[in-house]
């Protein structure tokens, strides 16, 4: 190995530990409540056993932990830490080593593997993450920098995503379907649901929508009959269809009400689904291929390379100065609760003396190694 490159290998010398639940929501329910304080508990025992920085980033049905080491490999840890199963095919668990961690940290960063499909709090969540590890010190420099540049990636990607859920071949495809009934009850009010009731309206079709928001009638098409989400039990008697394309993580309806959709055709188009797998709805796999999210995905995981590698040079041109610099950030980080407890963590002089002494001193040990 060449000298001087030690910090570039050790800019790719992660592990994810990334644990899902999209077909069991309900084990999330618990973690997704954690609160600031606990999660950063649970940081920072993590970050002791693994005796390396990291960084615990949560969602409503992910877990995601990004670890400044190589190889790890083992769940059982995280999941105890979070009171999850360790046993049972109710959780779905991927490991992710070097640059597989940031390119799945870019692509995850967009929302497109989110049951949300293209959910844009990610970036929110990401930089929470991050400040709760920055705040018990167990960051570092070369985290930050991946975090930082993996939301910088989510908003470049945003327009990109956003333009493509609205899938016209979904669309049109189940307009087309639906154009022949005389009624639709449909629950949701995104975009998709939106476009599908304006379409059917068209074509003499009688569309009534419910909104979680009942005032904002906006949201609706001209024409289409406004009710509240409450309501859409005792609408489905008076509707040849229901159409579900609702945003929400639960079910729009559930087991209990068999009954009232005993006859109904009912459509299920939302992600993550919105009825019981034993409604037997049509889904979105009976109408389209499935072409929209692999055209997301296909470019976005381009990006993400391509960002990867934009990311590598960056790092490869730095200079003994920045990487002196970093080596001082990631001390003060350590040192946090000591200067703290000295009063003097928010002394600006002292950091400037103490970051130079640490970026001085790495620099001369660098050209004494070099010399021999």
Aim: proline content about 2%; some cysteine.
């Amino acid at each position: 190995m060449k000298k001087g490159l030690d910090w570039i290998i050790l800019s790719i010398m992660f592990s994810t530990v990334s644990i899902h639940a999209e077909k069991h929501p309900g084990l999330f329910k618990g973690v997704y409540a954690l609160s600031e304080e606990r999660l950063e508990e649970i940081a920072g025992k993590l970050s002791r056993f693994y005796s390396s920085p990291l960084v615990l980033v949560v969602t409503c049905l992910r877990v995601e932990l990004y670890i400044e080491k190589e190889n790890v490999r083992e769940s059982e840890v995280v999941k105890r830490a979070l009171s999850l199963p360790l046993t049972g095919k109710s959780l779905e668990v991927e490991v992710f080593h070097g640059k597989d961690v940031i390119r799945h940290l870019y692509i995850f960063s967009t929302g497109i593997l989110s049951p949300l499909y293209g959910d844009d709090t990610i970036p929110g969540q990401l930089e929470r993450a991050l400040r709760r590890s920055e705040n018990i010190s167990v960051s570092s420099s070369s985290l930050n920098r991946l975090f930082n540049s993996a939301i910088a990636f989510s908003r470049n990607e945003k327009s990109f995503v956003r333009e493509n859920l609205i899938d016209e071949v979904l669309v049109d495809r189940v307009s087309n379907y639906l154009s022949s009934f005389e009624s639709v009850l449909v629950i949701g009010s995104g975009g998709v649901a939106r476009r599908i009731g304006e379409v059917l309206l068209k074509s003499g079709v009688k569309v009534t929508m419910t909104l979680r928001d009942a005032g904002k009638t906006e949201l609706a098409v001209p024409g289409v009959i406004v009710k509240s989400y409450d309501e859409r039990r005792s609408l489905i008697a008076s509707s040849d269809v229901v159409l579900s394309a609702s945003s929400g993580l639960y079910y729009t309806l559930d087991e209990d009400d068999m009954n009232l959709v005993s006859g109904k055709v009912l459509v299920d188009i939302a992600s993550p689904p919105d009825l019981p797998d034993s409604f037997h709805a049509l889904t979105k796999c009976d109408f389209t291929d499935g072409e929209s999210e692999r055209r997301v995905l296909e470019k976005v995981s381009s990006d993400a390379l391509a960002a990867v590698e934009k990311l590598e040079k960056e790092i490869s041109s730095k200079d003994d100065s920045s990487f002196g610099e970093d080596l001082s950030d990631d001390a003060w980080r350590r040192m946090r609760k000591i200067l703290e407890r000295r009063g003097l963590w928010k002394d600006e002089e002292f950091r400037m003396l103490f970051s130079s002494s640490v970026k001085n001193a790495y620099i001369s040990i660098k050209k004494r190694r070099e010399k021999i």
